[in-house]
């Protein structure tokens, strides 16, 4: 925190570069190299001005004209002395100012650096520093609306508001153990009770929140299944329109998964094409079935393939296997290589595949609608695939201000918090004395505490920010 650190904030492409300088040196060290047009020098200049000037190097060389934005503690992003140097995009200009900038005594920052100093000067808590990441990576625009909601504060007031009322409760189960000798009771514990199912109520709303949230900013997971050969990796290059996956006529060839991630009506997906599923000796290519079976597990949807030349009995046996692991997941059956048999053929297949799924899969959820035949390769019947996928999705709009929990550390420490409530109401119904029931009533404040990085370690917050970009 005691160094002044720079980095290039800008990608790459575009005709303009910015370097961010951040610390209590950044006016002495970007002075060093920066000469304005006119006026006054840098440490005179207000906050929130700009600076048109030259950047000198080697020998008072001018490098380029450059526009400097001075932003003074506290009043900058990171809250420290701030200046951000617009530089043209030329490569060999942008790395000699940094060298200038480093040769002053800057140093680069690391990635994620600039946020974690706005965090630990308290510009933003640690769940809408998180939120900056999910801006910068938002790819549709229901992701962009979820991180905008938790940058702006919403899922911290949300916390806030929990957090009172927690310690609302632990103040008063606290004040009894301080006259417990006296036999005071300063709150009805029917009133308690209450209160602990009002915060119950809305950490289960957080906490559900996630499957939604996590589908919107990781995209909706879709998993291609199927006995060897049936045409997976050309379905998955064909939704994806672009050569994402090997594909060949032997057998194996898909030893691991393959994703690949597109938009549908505003609705990201994440399509895994996994190993075919047979019986084999190849050790490699058996992990490849068990992660197969793991991603099926995981998935919200599962695409089934039959190839319709196959063998009844060998069909039977792979729906033996998959079809129970698809319990509660939207299945589509999907007859493959529609074009290249009889439609007598093609029909009778259908229709074992439509009895597989009442033998094995009840517990999927599956409509007769649900199967049709296509052609991976023609592009035969994708249309439908596609309506299947966006229906199948049905995940609900986001409007401003909703609160969804996005950030599997959040869910995580909500779940934690909600055991701990859950337990502090089952102890105010049996009657447990105050004192055993004011720990689990302040670890669920803990809990709260550590998503908006309140109580946390260096090695939580290192795991966070090595995720952001240099520059950021």
Known sequence: MSETICALATSQGGALNVIRVSGSSAFE???????????????????????????????????????????????????????????HASPYITQQILLALLDRGARQAAP????????????????????????????????????????????????????????????????????????????????????????????????SSFSV???????????????????????????????????????????????GVMNLSGVTFRFIDTAGLRETHDVIERIGIERTLEQLKKSSIALWLIDPTADYGQIEEIAAKLLPVCRGKKLAVLVNKCDAVDPITLSRMMEWGKAMV??????????????????????????????????????????????????????????????????????????ISGDLVSEPLRAAIRNLSEIVGEVTSDEVLGNIFANFCIGK
């Open 29 to 87: 060290i970007v002075s060093g190299i920066f000469v304005p047009k006119r006026g006054m020098s840098l440490e005179e200049r207000r906050s929130h001005t700009a600076v048109f000037g030259d950047i000198c190097t080697d020998g008072n060389e001018v490098l380029d004209e450059v526009l400097l934005t001075i932003m003074r503690a506290p009043h900058s992003y990171t809250g420290e002395d701030t200046i951000e140097i617009s530089c």
């Open 112 to 207: 994620g650096e600039f946020t974690m100093r706005a965090f630990l000067n308290g510009k933003m808590d640690l769940s809408r520093a998180e939120a900056v990441a999910d801006l910068i990576a938002s790819a549709s625009k229901a992701s962009h609306r979820l991180a905008i909601n938790q940058l702006k504060g919403g899922f911290s007031n949300e916390l806030g508001a929990l957090r009172d009322k927690l310690l609302q409760l632990v103040s008063l189960m606290e004040l009894e153990l301080d006259f417990s000798e006296e036999d005071v009771e300063f709150a009805n514990r029917g009133e308690l009770l209450e209160l602990c199912g009002e915060v119950e109520t809305v950490m289960s709303r957080l906490a």
């Open 213 to 259: 949230g996590n589908a919107v900013k990781n995209g909706v997971p879709v998993a291609i299944v199927g006995e060897t050969n049936t045409g997976k990796s050309t379905l998955l290059n064909a939704l994806l329109h672009e050569e994402r996956a090997i594909v060949s006529d032997i057998c194996g060839t898909t030893r691991d998964t393959v994703e």
């Open 358 to 431: 009442e033998r094995y899969g009840q517990d999927a959820e599956w409509e007769n609608r649900d199967l049709w035949a296509i052609s991976a390769r023609q592009g035969t019947n994708l249309d439908k695939l596609e309506e299947f996928l966006v229906r199948s999705a049905a995940l609900p709009a986001i409007s401003t201000g909703d609160v969804v929990v996005t950030n599997v550390r959040h869910y995580e420490a909500l779940v934690r918090a909600l055991d701990n409530i859950r337990e502090v109401k089952q102890g105010l119904a049996d009657g």
